[in-house]
């Protein structure tokens, strides 16, 4: 895992593999530690983990493709993005049985993110995600109120 941090930009590209996800998230927990946003750590990995599985299980490319993961420090939040080579964005399920084992990834991503969304690329997509440094308003997780502008609609 080559792996670049420069100030406020951490980028590492990953094989489109299952054991690329473990590698995604301890890249995601030592940048933030590098970062001094521990408090962050933890939401932050879990959206990490949740982003890059989706795009390294649904993604629909080609052999040897690889998973962009990109996060990008600003004033008073980290943003995450997941770049595959995959057009159109990822659709989050309705209500998901309680025996499933999969199919929550964009629900947590939802009430975890203060906001979150897709944009399509020359190339594939990225899934972005956007965390706060600090509870507030415009964290739904925090407080369950709609955001404006949000980028999914709530139910």
């Known amino acids: ?5 420069s100030g406020a930009t951490a980028r ?4 489109r593999r299952r054991t690329s996800v473990r590698k995604a998230r ?3 927990r030592k940048t933030a530690r590098v970062w001094g946003c521990c408090e962050l750590a933890d939401s932050l990995v879990l959206i990490v ?8 299980v649904h993604a629909r490319c080609g052999a040897g ?12 939040a980290v943003r995450v993005e997941v770049r595959d080579s995959e057009r159109g964005g990822p659709a989050p399920r309705g209500a998901v049985a309680f025996t499933e084992e999969s199919g929550r990834g964009l629900a947590v991503v939802d009430a975890m993110a203060a906001d979150w969304g897709v944009r399509d690329e020359v190339v594939g997509k990225t899934v972005w995600a ?3 440094l600090e509870p507030d308003e415009s964290n739904v997780s925090a407080h369950g109120q709609e955001v404006a502008g949000r980028a999914t609609p709530r139910a």
Do not use: K
């Open 65 to 76: 493709r690889q998973v962009a993961l990109t996060l990008v420090r600003g004033e008073g």
């Open 49 to 56: 983990s949740e982003l890059v599985t989706n795009a390294v």
């Open 26 to 28: 301890d890249f995601a």
């Open 1 to 5: 895992m080559n792996g670049s941090t």
């Open 130 to 132: 956007l965390l706060t």
């Open 12 to 15: 590492v590209c990953l094989p």
